[in-house]
């Protein structure tokens, strides 16, 4: 139980397009999802909070116009590099929080490897 | 605020022996969650083991344990008879209970297993 799956594994775009990737609680029901990002050889940054049905909280520091994140059902978020960079290529990590056991535990996709041109 | 500290970036251990990862954190509440994933060269953030901080007693997955010490704030994480397997890159995880629960996460330890 607890997967989580996330789509595309990897991106290869080019400077000023946008790229969708999403994510996708495949057998349990969050309301609520993480993105994060990882540079290599360091940990995880979170981006931002995904509610169902709510607009998503967005660390400081993270443009929201620029990482739109719609989370339109319990089962899928979305995450949108708009008007992407090269700046923007890094390994984007979504999770999905479920309460299995008594504890609410984060349980992780994947990843999408971005790489801008 | 909660913070994270793993204070070892590299441990390597022979096969089939046991191998301990520090973690440290602060937090001024009473209640939380404490958490070990491991990313192996996949990159998959995979859970490895959990614990409740008001819970006493130790967590237990197999051959992975943790010794939890509240007062000191201390979470590490044993792993016994190592297999290759294991080797992968180790993150300590802190959340609060209730609210958005963001994970917190330390700097990471990168574990190898020597054959």
């Known amino acids: 139980g607890a997967v989580v799956s996330q789509h595309p594994s990897w991106v290869i775009c080019k400077s000023g397009t946008s790229v969708k990737i999403e994510c996708r609680s495949l057998?349990?029901?969050?309301?609520?999802m993480f993105w994060y990002r990882q540079f290599p050889k360091q940990s995880l940054m979170l981006m931002a909070t995904?509610?169902?049905?709510?607009?998503?909280?967005?660390e400081q520091g993270v443009e929201k116009d620029k990482f739109l994140i719609n989370h339109a059902s319990l089962t899928l978020s979305t995450l949108t590099v708009t008007s992407a960079h090269p700046e923007d290529s890094s390994f984007y990590i979504c999770?999905?929080?479920?309460?299995?056991?008594?504890?609410?535990?984060?349980?992780f996709g994947p990843g999408t490897r971005l790489t801008v041109l | 605020a909660q913070t994270v500290t793993q204070s070892q970036p590299e441990m390597s251990v022979q096969e089939a022996e046991t191998v301990t990862l520090s973690c440290t954190y602060d937090?001024?509440?009473?209640?939380?969650?404490l958490f070990w994933y491991k990313q192996p060269p996949s990159r998959q953030m995979i859970l490895v083991i959990r614990q409740e901080a008001y819970k006493q007693q130790n967590a237990t997955e197999n051959r992975f344990s943790v010794n939890f010490q509240k007062a000191a704030k201390s979470f590490s994480l044993k792993i016994s008879d190592s297999q290759l397997g294991d080797a992968a890159m180790y993150f300590c995880a802190s959340s609060l209970v209730g609210g958005a629960q963001k994970l917190v996460f330390g700097q990471g330890t990168r574990l190898t297993i020597n054959p």
């Open positions: 999770s999905a929080r479920s309460p299995t056991g008594g504890i609410d535990t984060q349980y």
């Open positions: 057998d349990f029901q969050a309301t609520t």
């Open positions: 937090t001024s509440e009473s209640d939380y969650y």
């Open positions: 995904s509610n169902e049905g709510s607009k998503a909280t967005y």
